[in-house]
């Protein structure tokens, strides 16, 4: 008999930024990425993207370095919640709540196998735009003001893991994510990426391979637009801004989401995405790249540069 | 404590179609949305769109009249399959198992309240594309043509029904679908419309009112192209061969879809359709539209014309 | 042999507008269709879109009612302008000149046979972005900010006549305007609009008929988007901003554009579109429509609501 | 007092194309590009895009190798056509008149500088589509099949020249050509590439550097798509009809023109396009590259490859 999947992530939810240039950093995502700032809290900013559901998904963090502050996933129900804190537990995991934070949480504080740190919660709260700020059909979230990139909300996160199998077995194993696709080796010994879900989205935690010794860092949060024609003015919206371009517009082979990658001005990387496959078989197996296969670069798209495959903040190696 | 959500159906499956005109209904099918043929079986033809992963999805059967044959659910697992069964059993829908179909099935084959034909099954059959036919990325299925719509998979079906909320009731009871959205008087005596889904994709089945004495029948099949681009695409192929467009293409109000509809030759109404929101929040309550509400039409997006919503299949008022 | 066509008017130049609610027409044409303010002077405001090589194209005159204070065409060459003028003298429309405006002129203006203003001129001066403006390709006049609708430039003007074959030969004869399409009766007594050009474009200028007893006045202006997804961007935008959506998005059977039409707080109907043909053959003959032909719509496309027919700038008729 | 240009040159017209393997290129034209055969006639077929109103626009021609048989221009007049036929033959350029082919010509045969053989005419035949084939709006040309790539017409060609001034002064001085970029040093003793066209399209033809001893040769004849996610769309069906990519989709510098390039199994490079500025005003001066800028690649697009800027054909230099 076929082992049942769990269903007890719900979505990425809000997530921490840290940034060397907080006005720089805010300048990319309200004026070029479109976002809105909803609070002001010393060095912290909560923004929010015009799809999010909750009153905020980003808060930025002025730093001495760039790097992730956390990820968070959204649990399907309170039961949920504590099903996942305690395989936690169980399994040499444990964390501490943190409080709640404008709205959201309390969240449940704890590190993957590489060492990022991620939160668990379910406690949330309904944005209500302001007047004036309301869509005219009640089921958005917030008027649609079509600023920069215009992004929708978040879409996923890559993260650097040094041994990415213990990563990926640890969100397969205790909290039933799916796993899409992998690259590795035919003797399985060296796995260099995985891309697993909580959904039908082909992508929502994705781990590369970490080529320097730091542990916990970020490869790129990425930004759903709506179509891939939006990706393109995306990519006009940040050349004549005098942001560089790291890569794209193209098409990814894994996934197959079309891409855009930028750095924001604290160095993190942030990719404007569209696309990627849904999958529906509740029993697809993931797709086993072998690295020669994977590097052949199958399909179309352009080829990424070497510092796509090194970059990653906090920036420890230069 | 939230009750939690069951996760027993993964998607809409194959579904059965009668036609009047088998020859011109696969003319539509083939050369004007771009599904193939993959075998032929007296009066019946199984076709596939490019984006399934199942050997077929659509059955198209001669008959004296158009009409639904039937719809169908994938299972989440064996296990899954056999618990809807067992409350189909235990409340008063028991139904009867129909065999292997060229590759799928068995199916268990059961009707909602209104008497729609309805088919469960968990064993299905992947497709493995001939020589020459498969994709460049092989996460794909088969190899994109690019014929005519060129439409990817079934994206929903909308079902006429006497008993609106008797039909949604007996999908989230029975099944745990979700109801993203309802339109119904502030009484809740008059409920005209309801948007339901096994996933975050804002609609899989809809039912919406029946103003005739018939039962059974069919509003629409809908099928998702990738773009509004391409459903724009589709309205000129459309024109240019001569079938009629009976509304868009346009933007829907509810769930935010962008819309195409045509009948195919047989006389069944058919959507090209891209997009709709997708429900994210785990404990999004379904959104309840007031009949003026609804009527005052917010947002953008044309007029739908009035035989909208009274034509279905089998044409019994004619 | 054939008579060889002239081409003495180069393109659609700098436009007035008159408005009784400058503020609320300046909000629209800056934060909902992205143009820019360049210079202020009284109750008059100058516009540029980001797409115009000329320093500006649009200025907005406080008024007591809307409605279109002058159109405009640059000459290919100061012979041009000074050939097209001898023209207007020698048949009985001797004009007048008005100063260099910002920049632009000076102008010869002129009524066309139903009254309307125009004027035109060869003088311009090219717009030089400021430091922090200016585009990453030189070959750009500005940079790509991607704020609301974001149009490109102005893309043709649609104006009310009372006889509309007047007009079109006017423009014909004078001026060696294109026509491209007709609506008229076969006996031709009854010709209701007229598509002309002085390029390969569909339209530049169209007259449709005036159903009242006014003259001079304006049906729309059309603000021209790189693509049909932003024609339904900008649906979005509109409609979340609570201006009524009049007719659209949808297509055109003349010309076949993409349009998309607001009123703009003053009043004036203006159009966002897409596309529409371009003629290459310099021997075409217009299309003549008869008007059941016309009014039987071949192709896709909406029905237009009646008011789209009578309703212009003044509102004389209110 | 300003030079005024001449306007003789309509658009480029049809053009011949030498193949060793013609059963490939024909495949490649009308299953992958969507084009119509309309004649056959020995080693020669001759083919429409579903845009072009004249009868055939492409003579595929069996032939030992791959490259360029002609390109033609359409004149404006008849006056036209004579007017640059006496240039030619009063700046010893004379050529000779080759008889009316399948409905087009007679016309002027010559060759550039470079010794690219040019045909110019006047005389031509539209098209009247076969019953069945009209489309819906009777101001298009053919039906819309949407098949492949579905390309909508040429709309530009770009030849080797080994002196890129020469050529393009030879048609600016002798046709009233128009240049809108230019790539050279400082010195102008170094001029690798200019764009031109006979309208206010940003290119029509182009010249880029020869670096071999050949003469005479194709670097692209590029087909014109409705957007860029058409341009996308093409990229997918090249890759799994296993068509090797060879630069794109991406954007390019000059023109700012989407583009996606590929070679018909006979090997001569194709594109598919979209986009690029339109040049409005009447006085614009060539923007002049310095080679220093040009290599910077101002702006987003990806690198083009090494073998782009020096396979052309006949590849002499195998």
Same mark, same amino acid.
């Given at each position: 008999?076929?082992?049942? +999947? !769990?269903?007890?992530? *719900?979505?990425?939810?809000?997530?921490?930024?840290?940034? +060397?240039?907080?006005?720089?950093?805010?300048?990319?995502?309200?004026?070029?990425?479109?976002?809105?700032?909803?609070?002001?809290?010393?060095?912290?900013? @909560?923004?929010?993207?015009?799809?999010?559901?909750?009153?905020?998904?980003?808060?930025?963090?002025?730093?001495? &370095?760039?790097?992730?502050?956390?990820?968070?996933?959204?649990? !399907?129900?309170?039961?949920?919640?504590?099903?996942?804190?305690?395989?936690?537990?169980?399994?040499?995991?444990?964390?501490?709540?943190?409080?709640? /934070?404008?709205?959201?949480?309390?969240?449940?504080?704890? !590190?993957?196998?590489?060492?990022?740190?991620?939160?668990?919660? @379910?406690?949330?709260?309904?944005?209500?735009?302001?007047?004036? &700020?309301?869509?005219?059909? +009640?089921?958005?979230?917030?008027?649609?003001?079509?600023?920069?990139?215009?992004?929708?909300?978040?879409?996923?996160?890559?993260?650097?893991?040094?041994?990415?199998?213990?990563?990926?077995?640890?969100?397969?194993?205790?909290?039933?994510?799916?796993? =899409?696709?992998?690259?590795?080796?035919?003797?399985?010994?060296?796995?260099?990426?995985?891309?697993?879900?909580?959904?039908?989205?082909?992508?929502?935690?994705? =781990?590369?391979?970490? %080529?320097?010794?730091?542990?916990?860092?970020? %490869? %790129?949060?990425? =930004?759903?637009?709506?179509?891939?024609? #939006?990706?393109?003015?995306?990519?006009?919206?940040?050349?004549?801004?005098?942001?560089?371009? #790291? *890569?794209?517009?193209?098409?990814?082979? *894994?996934?197959?989401?079309?891409?855009?990658?930028?750095?924001?001005?604290?160095?993190?990387?942030?990719?404007?995405?569209?696309?990627?496959?849904?999958?529906? *078989?509740?029993?697809?197996?993931? =797709?086993?790249?072998?690295?020669?296969?994977?590097?052949?670069?199958?399909?179309?798209?352009?080829?990424?540069? +070497?510092?796509?495959?090194?970059?990653?903040?906090? /920036?420890?190696?230069?």
């Amino acid at each position: 008999m076929t082992t049942e +999947p !769990t269903h007890d992530l *719900a979505h990425l939810g809000h997530h921490g930024l840290f940034t +060397p240039d907080p006005e720089g950093t805010l300048h990319y995502f309200v004026d070029l990425l479109g976002m809105d700032v909803v609070a002001q809290d010393g060095e912290a900013t @909560y923004l929010r993207a015009y799809g999010d559901y909750e009153t905020w998904s980003l808060k930025v963090i002025g730093s001495d &370095q760039a790097g992730p502050a956390w990820v968070s996933w959204r649990a !399907t129900s309170p039961q949920a919640l504590h099903r996942r804190i305690d395989w936690l537990e169980a399994h040499g995991h444990a964390g501490r709540w943190t409080p709640r /934070d404008r709205g959201i949480g309390p969240s449940y504080q704890f !590190t993957d196998p590489d060492g990022h740190v991620f939160r668990l919660y @379910y406690d949330t709260q309904r944005y209500s735009a302001p007047e004036g &700020q309301r869509p005219a059909i +009640p089921t958005g979230f917030q008027r649609y003001a079509g600023r920069g990139a215009n992004v929708r909300r978040l879409d996923h996160v890559n993260l650097l893991a040094r041994d990415v199998p213990a990563c990926r077995k640890f969100w397969e194993e205790g909290f039933g994510l799916r796993t =899409y696709e992998i690259v590795r080796s035919a003797d399985g010994g060296d796995e260099s990426a995985a891309w697993m879900s909580s959904s039908i989205q082909g992508h929502e935690l994705i =781990y590369t391979r970490e %080529h320097t010794s730091a542990n916990g860092r970020l %490869h %790129h949060f990425a =930004y759903v637009v709506d179509s891939r024609e #939006e990706v393109l003015r995306a990519a006009e919206i940040f050349a004549d801004a005098r942001i560089r371009i #790291e *890569a794209g517009p193209s098409r990814h082979t *894994a996934i197959q989401g079309f891409y855009l990658y930028t750095r924001e001005p604290g160095g993190n990387r942030v990719e404007v995405a569209h696309g990627g496959y849904l999958v529906f *078989a509740p029993d697809s197996e993931p =797709y086993i790249w072998n690295p020669k296969e994977w590097k052949g670069k199958p399909g179309w798209g352009a080829p990424l540069p +070497p510092e796509f495959h090194v970059y990653g903040t906090p /920036d420890t190696v230069r």
